[in-house]
């Protein structure tokens, strides 16, 4: 089975309704960052999906809802 890109694989999942999870290094690529990047969005309440084993997966729609509302909040001194 041949790897599919995320634009590929939205579009394959589109007819159910369903969005495809990124896993931690998915997301890290998608947004060129860091683990400690994506580990400290979670703590500051980035959406997760729990997994089986303590694992974790990101809706990247959410990803990207839960980042504008936090690039419109103003920023606390």
Avoid: D
């Avoid at 997994?51 to 809706?59: D, K, L, M, P, S």
């Amino acid at each position: 089975m041949a790897t599919q890109t995320l634009a590929e694989r939205t579009q394959t999942l589109a007819p159910t309704g369903l969005s495809p999870l990124l896993t931690t290094a998915q997301l890290m690529a998608l947004y060129g960052v860091s683990n400690w990047t994506v580990n400290q969005w979670v703590i500051k309440g980035c959406p997760v999906e729990p997994t089986a084993f303590r694992g974790r997966r990101f809706n990247p729609e959410a990803v990207r809802a839960w980042h504008a509302t936090q690039a419109a909040e103003p920023v606390s001194v």
